[in-house]
Nanobody, 114 residues
Framework: VQLQASGGGLVQPGGSLKLSCVVSGVSLDDYAIGWFRQAPGKEREGVSCVGSEGTPYYGDTVKGRFTISRDNNRNTVHLQMNRLKPEDTAVYYC?????????WGQGTQVTVSS
């Protein structure tokens, strides 16, 4: 199972980015997919996740700014990030979870700076 995260980059405060996580090796149908982030010197934190049934969840710091969506036909999950803030700067990781199984992608860097 492999998860390939992409879409990170450098953006100014108030800007937008769209992250993508492509999952290969399993069907996405049964998996919950989550986005996590880790800033330098900080613990990894949950950002958003979407259940296998499609229900989205968001952390308090991104609620109203980020939108998660899944495309099971393409085995892909997106994270649309709007109104980005400097404190959103981190490496973003996607995770696929089902029962006892949990898989991580390699991370994509998001830097919000003027």
């Amino acid at each position: 199972v492999q998860l390939q995260a992409s879409g990170g980059g450098l953006v100014q405060p108030g800007g937008s980015l769209k992250l993508s996580c492509v999952v290969s090796g399993v069907s996405l149908d049964d998996y919950a997919i989550g986005w996590f982030r880790q800033a330098p010197g900080k613990e990894r934190e949950g950002v958003s996740c979407v259940g296998s049934e499609g229900t989205p969840y968001y952390g308090d710091t991104v609620k109203g700014r980020f939108t998660i969506s899944r495309d099971n036909n393409r085995n892909t999950v997106h994270l649309q990030m709007n109104r980005l803030k400097p404190e959103d700067t981190a490496v973003y990781y996607c995770n696929a979870r089902y029962l006892f199984y949990s898989y991580w992608g390699q991370g994509t860097q998001v830097t919000v700076s003027s």
